[in-house]
């Protein structure tokens, strides 16, 4: 998964007009480091889709704009519009996060 470091990589990334997959995360974050335990198993699952992460702490104002108000949060874009966002509240398990993709893609 690749980390998107500014803002205007953030931008061309989404505008695509193939579906991208971003999770939102942090250094600090108990719930992130849980997630990455069984993140690896669906990224392989879902690698004909791009994955970006990008950290909440070191890009705040896209975290804003996109209303990620927890993480991991887990959204979907495509022509640099928002599709899909699974927030934080149900993205605990692998089950909730495959459940999302299966709906959202």
């Not at 480091?33 to 690698?47: A, N, S």
Request: proline share 6%; hydrophobic share 35%; glycine share 4%.
């Amino acid at each position: 998964m690749e980390q998107i470091k500014t803002e205007e990589a953030f931008n061309n990334i989404i505008a695509g007009d193939q579906p991208v997959i971003i999770k939102f995360e942090a250094d600090w974050c108990p719930d992130c480091k849980r997630m990455d335990m069984f993140i690896g198993d669906i990224l392989e699952e879902y690698q004909n889709y791009p994955w970006y992460n990008v950290n909440r702490d070191v890009l705040p104002d896209i975290g804003s704009k996109y209303e990620v108000m927890g993480i991991p949060s887990i959204l979907i874009f495509q022509n640099g519009e928002k599709q899909a966002h699974l927030h934080s509240a149900n993205a605990k398990t692998p089950e909730e996060v495959q459940e999302f993709l299966q709906s959202s893609l």
